[in-house]
Every structure is written in structure tokens, then in C-alpha cells.
T-cell receptor
Framework: AQSVTQPDIHITVSEGASLELRCNYSYGATPYLFWYVQSPGQGLQLLLKYFSGDTLVQGIKGFEAEFKRSQSSFNLRKPSVHWSDAAEYFCAVREAGTALIFGKGTTLSVSS | SAVISQKPSRDICQRGTSLTIQCQVDSQVTMMFWYRQQPGQSLTLIATANQGSEATYESGFVIDKFPISRPNLTFSTLTVSNMSPEDSSIYLC?????????????FGPGTRLTVL
């Protein structure tokens, strides 16, 4: 069965510093991979997705993620974090014809 | 994309009662999903609801507790039955849309349920 692991429950980053959120998946074939963000009291927003092709995916708000099959990872990165990036980040995986399965999420705090 | 609306947006209910949540989509979709997000937690899939067939429930969720209807390709309901405080969560409707050669999943705004 598919599963997603986000090893970091909570991360604090200084404003302007770089960010990397980790995501590992367990799936037999090539999965479809996603990163979502959820701000307090807000709905889910899709940051980026990977289906196939180029393993480095660009998303909104300056985020990018890299699919590494050998490591079963899809880590999210941002070169310079803004205070408004403080939120909950969810990695998710799916295959065609099935629903998204979410990781437990990583809470990002941004310090000034 | 798909525009999804849910009713009610929030509700406060008494223990032992039931609440039916409605999900309306602005286009016809084959696959619809219902998720639960408990306070401070991630999203957990409750069931998959395809039109014309019985909903498929994930482990830990049963039809008696969470009956689902899918009368047509744009509408679904989820009922939370015999509620207890542990059912306090955000319930989200989601749909699968095929576009540009890819399947994408879109989410409704959610229904915030508090059970007293």
C-alpha cells in the first residue's frame, strides 16, 4: 500500500534562510507526488506536483521539489523563506484512479 | 479546474445526533472522495464515492457511521451519524478531474464540525 512519511513534525527557520522539508514515499511504481500548504484556518493549496519527466519541479510561491527515485524522496525546497510561509505543509502521493494519501504534515515556523 | 462548494461550512452539534454534509461540484466528475482532518492532524481518506456504485470505505471507517450518497455526477453527501466529541473535525470533499493528460484532485473548503 502507498504511504508517505514526513520525518519532521516541526521546523523553525529564520526569515531569509533556505528551507528543505523532507518527504519519503513507499510505492511500487512511479507515483504521482504532491506538496500542499495549509495556513491556519485556511483550505489546502497545491504548491506543486510531479507526474513524470523532469525530476525538478517548480511550483508557486518560489517553491521547488526534486523527485529522487533512488531515495524514494520528494523534498520541498525554497531558497529564501518569508514570514508568510509559516504554515502546515503536507506531502501526498497517489496513483491513477485512487485518492491522495497524505503524510502527517510538517509545521513550519519562521523566526525574525 | 473544478469549483467545489460544501454545506454547511461549519456546525456545532450535540452528542448522539447526525449531520449531513453536502458537496456540490460545478462540473461532472466520476470520482469523489471524502476526507477527515482532526484537530492538528493530517487528512485521512474516509471513502471513495463513484456515481452508480456503493462507496468504498477505508480501514477504520464504516458505512453505518459515515453513510455516503452519490446520486449524480455533481453531488454527494456524507452523513456523520450518532456523533461523539471525537468526531469533531474538518470534513473535506474532493474530486478527481482529468485535464491536460493528467488526473488532478481538487478540494472543497471543508465543513468544520464541533460535537459537544
Amino acid at each position: 500500500a502507498q504511504s508517505v512519511t514526513q520525518p519532521d513534525i516541526h521546523i523553525t527557520v529564520s526569515e531569509g534562510a533556505s528551507l528543505e522539508l523532507r518527504c519519503n514515499y513507499s510505492y511500487g511504481a512511479t507515483p504521482y507526488l504532491f506538496w500542499y500548504v495549509q495556513s491556519p484556518g485556511q483550505g489546502l493549496q497545491l504548491l506543486l506536483k510531479y507526474f513524470s519527466g523532469d525530476t525538478l519541479v517548480q511550483g508557486i510561491k518560489g517553491f521547488e521539489a526534486e523527485f529522487k527515485r533512488s531515495q524514494s524522496s520528494f523534498n520541498l525546497r525554497k531558497p529564501s523563506v518569508h514570514w508568510s510561509d509559516a504554515a502546515e505543509y503536507f506531502c501526498a502521493v497517489r496513483e491513477a484512479g485512487t485518492a491522495l494519501i497524505f503524510g502527517k504534515g510538517t509545521t513550519l515556523s519562521v523566526s525574525s | 479546474s473544478a469549483v467545489i462548494s460544501q454545506k454547511p461550512s461549519r456546525d456545532i452539534c450535540q452528542r448522539g445526533t447526525s449531520l449531513t454534509i453536502q458537496c456540490q461540484v460545478d462540473s461532472q466528475v466520476t470520482m469523489m472522495f471524502w476526507y477527515r482532518q482532526q484537530p492538528g492532524q493530517s487528512l485521512t481518506l474516509i471513502a471513495t464515492a463513484n456515481q452508480g456504485s456503493e462507496a468504498t470505505y477505508e480501514s477504520g471507517f464504516v458505512i453505518d457511521k459515515f453513510p455516503i450518497s452519490r446520486p449524480n455526477l455533481t453531488f454527494s453527501t456524507l452523513t456523520v451519524s450518532n456523533m461523539s466529541p471525537e468526531d469533531s473535525s474538518i470534513y473535506l470533499c474532493s474530486v478527481d478531474v482529468y485535464r491536460r493528460g493528467q488526473n488532478e484532485q481538487f478540494f472543497g473548503p471543508g465543513t468544520r464540525l464541533t460535537v459537544l
